[in-house]
């Protein structure tokens, strides 16, 4: 679904943003979200950044914490 047509506005995309950069340590600009809106598409940005910027241990450590509830 479309994040835009479900109800969703830049400042919501902002929050969303920022989520993201939290949780997967990925640079994700406004500009890339605006280009892909869905959560499909979205998802293969992330994967795609995700294999080209170096693993950090915080990132699994944030992505455990997420799975586990505490953020």
């Avoid at 950069?21 to 280009?35: H, I, K, N, R, W």
């Avoid at 170096?54 to 990132?59: L, V």
């Amino acid at each position: 679904d479309n994040f835009f047509e479900l109800g969703g506005h830049s400042l919501l995309a902002t929050q969303v943003i920022s989520r993201v950069g939290e949780l997967f340590a990925v640079p994700l600009s406004l500009q890339t979200f605006l280009e892909y809106p869905t959560v499909a598409r979205l998802a293969k940005t992330i994967e795609v950044l995700c294999s080209v910027i170096e693993p950090q241990d915080s990132i699994a450590e944030t992505l455990l914490d997420y799975e586990e509830g505490e953020l």
